[in-house]
């Protein structure tokens, strides 16, 4: 009985740790592509401003930030 037990203990224990590493490496992994999506689009901002003005310069903005987030007094 006591061999069944700890074997349990063991099995739950290694469980929890694998979801946990499975949890953590989620969760790095998003925010690291987080991060290259916004350089990315900074990146690219200018460059699209820049075509943007080339084909229409009457063209109205459309007030987003540079980031591509609407701002702050339109919540």
Known sequence: ???FSVELLASVQSVFTLSITTSGMSVAL????????RKTRDRLT?????LEVKLDPHR???LL????LTRKEDE
């Open 46 to 50: 200018d460059r699209i401003t820049e």
């Open 1 to 3: 009985m006591a061999s």
């Open 60 to 62: 109205t903005s459309s």
């Open 30 to 37: 998003y925010l690291r592509e987080r991060r290259n999506h």
């Open 65 to 68: 930030t540079p980031e591509g």
